[in-house]
């Protein structure tokens, strides 16, 4: 059965929280003589007022996200990077030592790692051997104590988008909260399901500042929920955890929308000719399709090529340690000569391999 009654999946510590108030939350105007800043300024020069604190909810940035991603102002929750809205919903629903969360292996590592930060069991249920859902499986998996799914579509490292109707029938039937992470979804051509999380309560979309935007210095991951998930992540956060630095990157980012998408077009370019490059090559077995800006590759030898590569300063990622990837390799889309670079070195490592 979905989950309807979300408060009822709140830890009860969280559900009783009175969070703390900060001085921003009260008033940003006037004589402000209130939080103890530097009244005299900032040793830095900027327009940006760095000496007063940030605004708590960032409601201005939060207001232009929703109207992107055709979704409520209040279906916005704002966080440092994806990786503190993961660490957020594991301790707003999973009891530590006691609840489980459910991965579907070969993923994002930052889902475990977060669990066990929180002492939250982790149950994995592995993709198919075509890296798809397995959802009869992963709702099997699922006990009372299960609070949390994670999926990943676009999926890292895989690099592929989940089939949508096993997502839908998992965020129907899983009997607690479904993070879909979406941190690749503007390089794929299927819709993001941002705006689904209007019907149904119990969805959580991740998505970040880091891929399509380029500004992964900036540290801004948002997640999209109903609203009474996202008031609970507003509740738990640290008070200030948006800087006046990364919010203004945040707003001007949608300044230059061509940009935005030429610089898409141009790498999904440039994706398509290096998988055609790398099928050429007799070592590379296989090149998984990709809806990133990254391809995974099956490769001969793989961990050895990978040490080549970086003696040679081409620095890949190694995934042949992830289950149903062995012999994998990871290299993201770089520029046009990064990519130039990348081949050569690895055609020369072949060659060299076969003079041997
Ligand atoms: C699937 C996935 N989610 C989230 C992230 C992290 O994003 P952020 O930079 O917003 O923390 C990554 C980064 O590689 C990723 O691959």
Redesign the pocket.
């Known amino acids: 059965m979905p989950v309807t009654d979300i408060e009822s999946q709140i830890r009860e510590n969280i559900r009783k929280l009175t969070p703390y108030r900060s001085a921003r939350d009260d008033f940003s105007k006037g004589v402000l003589l209130d939080a103890n800043e530097n009244s005299y300024g900032s040793t830095v020069r900027s327009d940006l007022k760095l000496h007063r604190y940030p605004s708590p909810t960032q409601d201005e940035l939060r207001q232009k996200i929703a109207e992107y991603r055709g979704v409520d102002f209040e279906n916005i929750f704002l966080g440092v ?3 503190e809205p993961i660490d957020l919903l594991m301790r707003i629903f999973c009891e530590p030592g006691r609840d489980s969360i459910i991965t579907t292996p070969p993923t ?1 590592g ?1 889902y475990k790692v977060s669990a066990n930060i929180n002492n939250v069991e982790v149950k994995e249920v592995l993709l198919t051997d075509s890296f798809q859902l397995k959802p009869d499986e992963i709702i099997s998996e699922a006990g009372e104590d299960t609070k949390i799914l994670f999926l ?1 579509s676009p999926n ?1 490292p895989t690099a592929n988008d989940m089939k949508r109707t096993d997502m839908l029938k998992l965020v129907t039937r899983f009997p607690g909260i479904v993070v879909v ?1 979406e ?2 979804i503007d390089f794929s051509k299927e819709e993001s399901m941002a705006q689904m999380v209007q019907q149904y309560p119990n969805l959580v979309v ?1 998505q ?3 891929k399509a935007f380029g500004l ?1 210095g900036i ?3 948002v997640a999209i929920s109903s609203p009474q998930i996202i008031s609970y992540m507003l509740r738990v956060k640290a008070p200030y955890n948006i800087n006046k630095l990364t919010a203004d990157a945040g707003l001007k980012a949608f300044d230059n929308k061509n940009l935005f998408k030429f610089n898409i077009e141009a790498i999904l370019d440039q994706r398509d000719y290096v998988a055609e490059q790398l099928s050429f090559a007799d070592a590379v077995e296989k090149v998984y399709p990709s809806s990133t800006n990254y391809l995974l590759f099956k490769i001969r030898n793989a961990k050895e090529i990978y040490e080549k590569l970086a003696k040679k300063g081409i620095i890949v990622r190694y995934r042949g340690n992830e289950p149903l990837c062995e012999d994998c390799l990871r290299v993201t889309i770089g520029m046009p000569d990064d990519n130039v670079r990348f081949l050569k070195a690895l055609k020369q490592i072949l060659d060299e391999e076969l003079e041997d």
């Open positions: 990077g994806s990786d994002y930052m990943c890292n992470d941190a690749y991740l970040t500042f880091s992964a540290r801004l991951g």
